[in-house]
Nanobody
Framework: QVQLVESGGGLVQAGGSLRLSCTAS????????MGWFRQAPGKEREFVSG????????DYGDSVKGRFTISRNDAKNTVYLQMNSLKPEDTAVYYC????????????????WGKGTHVAVSS
């Protein structure tokens, strides 16, 4: 079992930046692939980014490539999502995820979820 707690959400103007954090507790953090998903009102949850347990494999959703950066600090049991050049369409609840082995782009295959942190981008 692993527990995930997100932080760092808030209100920001278009073009601004935010950094989300997700801190894990439970089993050794370094054994988990970590990811970020988001869900806007009335929409399905979508993949934002993922990083493998080793940090050697990283992937991004098409809508955030070139603007968002995922990273992990195993010493702090934390994964980060640096979000730059934010757009109003980035407004959503952002969820941290964890999986044994590889990360997944499919919400239905995520093993562990955080409770989410809200990001609002004003135009």
């Amino acid at each position: 079992q692993v527990q995930l707690v997100e932080s760092g959400g808030g209100l920001v103007q278009a073009g601004g930046s935010l950094r989300l954090s997700c801190t894990a507790s439970g089993r050794p953090f370094s054994t988990y692939a970590m990811g970020w998903f988001r869900q806007a009102p009335g929409k399905e949850r979508e993949f934002v980014s993922g990083v493998s347990w080793s940090g050697g494999h990283i992937d991004y959703g098409d809508s955030v490539k070139g603007r968002f950066t995922i990273s992990r600090n195993d010493a702090k049991n934390t994964v980060y999502l640096q979000m730059n050049s934010l757009k109003p369409e980035d407004t959503a609840v952002y969820y941290c995820s964890a999986n044994d082995g590889s990360f997944t782009r499919m919400p239905g295959l995520v093993a562990y979820w955080g409770k989410g942190t809200h990001v609002a981008v004003s135009s």
